[in-house]
């Protein structure tokens, strides 16, 4: 009895034994994942991770970059109609006052009124302008409205629009800013094979089209040439101006002589001379 007790305690202790030992070792969760894994935990959640992304699409690059919208060219005389507007506009020169262009030779000089120098597109006339105003001022008009212009460029090659270059936006933007209604017989304003308009929208650009507006009506107006004889020659300018703006004047002093003739009939801005004494025969 005694040996069968002692062999039955000791098969207990080892069975007890057995368990203890797969608790410490861990040994039925390591027989289950060597049974129900194949790929290691680290190594799934790996491939989770590259095939969850996704990479963004390219686009082949053809060798040519994205022209502008808008290509910038010189302004030229374009610029001076919003230029000379905003100076009137400003009080840096008058609109119906007379505008001294000056000639290379002898004593002979030319009158004109700011817009009657736009129409002729006279650079002369512009160049006068620039100087009235004053290249700080021209400098300072542009700038504002985001047009760079370099600090060693004159005030006629600003005014002409020479050596700088402005895109159509800003251009037009330029033309809708400063130009008043008043000016509207100007239009459409020519240059080069382009030409701007007044639309209903505002200012547009296009090519030339075959035929241009008439001028206004008031450029056709009859009037009789007054008597100057005698007259100061400031007299006699500022009587002139009320009518036209294309005078050239000869001498100084007094007036002796005029063309057109005294109380001759005449239409819209004809040309007019006027001699002082000094340019007398």
């Given at each position: 009895?005694?040996?069968?007790?002692?062999?039955?305690?000791?098969?207990?202790?080892?069975?007890?034994?057995?368990?203890?030992?797969?608790?410490?070792?861990?040994?039925?969760?390591?027989?289950?994942?060597?049974?129900t894994?194949?790929?290691?935990?680290?190594?799934?959640?790996?491939?989770?991770?590259?095939?969850?992304?996704?990479?963004?699409?390219?686009?082949?690059?053809?060798?040519?970059?994205?022209?502008?919208?808008?290509?910038?060219?010189?302004?030229?005389?374009?610029?001076?109609?919003?230029?000379?507007?905003?100076?009137?506009?400003?009080?840096?020169?008058?609109?119906?006052?007379?505008?001294?262009?000056?000639?290379?030779?002898?004593?002979?000089?030319?009158?004109?009124?700011?817009?009657?120098?736009?129409?002729?597109?006279?650079?002369?006339?512009?160049?006068?302008?620039?100087?009235?105003?004053?290249?700080?001022?021209?400098?300072?008009?542009l700038?504002?409205?985001?047009?760079?212009?370099?600090?060693?460029?004159?005030?006629?090659d600003?005014?002409?629009?020479?050596?700088?270059?402005?895109?159509?936006?800003?251009?037009?933007?330029?033309?809708?800013?400063?130009?008043?209604?008043?000016?509207?017989?100007?239009?459409?304003?020519?240059?080069?094979d382009l030409?701007?308009?007044?639309?209903?929208?505002?200012?547009?650009?296009?090519?030339?089209?075959?035929?241009?507006?008439?001028?206004?009506?008031?450029?056709?107006?009859?009037?009789?040439?007054?008597?100057?004889?005698?007259?100061?020659?400031?007299?006699?300018?500022?009587?002139?101006?009320?009518?036209t703006?294309?005078?050239?004047?000869?001498?100084?002093?007094?007036?002796?002589?005029q063309?057109?003739?005294?109380?001759?009939?005449?239409?819209?801005?004809?040309?007019?001379?006027?001699?002082?004494?000094?340019?007398?025969?």
């Open positions: 009895m005694n040996k069968r007790a002692h062999r039955k305690a000791f098969f207990i202790l080892v069975a007890i034994g057995l368990i203890y030992m797969s608790i410490a070792f861990n040994l039925a969760d390591r027989f289950s994942m060597k049974r894994s194949e790929v290691p935990t680290s190594t799934a959640k790996a491939a989770l991770t590259v095939t969850g992304v996704r990479e963004p699409e390219k686009t082949p690059y053809t060798g040519k970059s994205v022209p502008a919208t808008e290509p910038e060219r010189e302004p030229s005389f374009f610029i001076s109609v919003p230029i000379v507007s905003a100076a009137i506009k400003e009080g840096l020169i008058e609109k119906d006052g007379l505008v001294l262009i000056k000639k290379a030779s002898g004593v002979s000089a030319d009158f004109k009124r700011p817009l009657q120098i736009l129409k002729d597109k006279d650079e002369e006339g512009l160049k006068s302008i620039a100087g009235i105003v004053g290249k700080k001022e021209l400098l300072h008009l700038r504002r409205d985001g047009i760079s212009v370099k600090d060693e460029l004159d005030a006629g600003i005014i002409l629009g020479r050596s700088y270059t402005v895109d159509k936006t800003t251009l037009l933007a330029l033309f809708d800013r400063h130009v008043t209604n008043d000016l509207k017989y100007l239009f459409p304003f020519a240059c080069g030409e701007i308009d007044k639309g209903p929208g505002g200012f547009v650009m296009s090519p030339i089209r075959g035929q241009t507006k008439k001028e206004g009506a008031v450029q056709e107006v009859e009037w009789v040439m007054p008597n100057l004889a005698s007259l100061p020659m400031k007299a006699a300018l500022e009587k002139l101006a009320a009518k703006s294309n005078i050239r004047v000869y001498g100084n002093g007094f007036v002796t002589d063309n057109p003739k005294a109380y001759e009939k005449v239409k819209g801005e004809t040309d007019c001379e006027i001699y002082g004494r000094s340019a007398k025969q």
